[in-house]
């Protein structure tokens, strides 16, 4: 019974150990999905803040302009495919932490119940080796 308990002590270990791992992942991939999301807005921002100077102005510095808005805005859709893919890889990396949840949970109620036929095994020991019974020469037990 001792085997089968550390047994047990051990997979709850290595699947604490997975989820951790999982755990990780998924708080990482939805750190990328939100660092992706703060650069598209910030390209956002940076779009609309392009004006023209009040004044006069060349047609080279109108030109500049319009160049830096279409780079900065086929960015900030380009970025939007990036997103959609991270999203999908944090929604894996989530999906796979709840996975390894459930068989943490799985684990640590095996141990439990392992240690808890223990318990009840070691209760009920005392009991029976208690003095042995002998029999009468009629049949009848003391």
Do not use: C, F, W, Y
């Not at 270990?13 to 939805?30: D, E, M, P, T, Y």
């Not at 392009?50 to 500049?64: E, V, Y």
């Not at 970025?79 to 796979?96: K, M, N, Q, T, Y």
């Amino acid at each position: 019974m001792k085997n089968a308990i550390q047994q047990r002590a051990r997979i709850a270990r290595v699947r604490r150990i997975q989820h951790g791992l999982a755990a990780s992942a998924a708080a990482k991939a939805a750190g990328q999905v939100q660092l992706l999301e703060s650069n598209q807005e910030k390209l956002a921002r940076m779009r609309g803040e392009l004006r023209p100077s009040a004044g006069p102005s060349t047609g080279a510095t109108l030109a500049q302009l319009g160049e830096l808005a279409m780079r900065l805005d086929s960015a900030r859709i380009g970025l939007g495919r990036s997103i959609d893919s991270a999203r999908s890889v944090a929604i894996a990396r989530e999906s796979e932490r709840i996975s390894a949840r459930r068989e943490q949970e799985s684990a640590e109620k095996l141990q439990k119940a392992a240690i808890d036929a223990a318990v009840a095994l070691a209760e009920r020991r005392p009991l029976r080796s208690g003095r042995p019974r002998t029999r009468l020469s009629d049949g009848e037990t003391m």
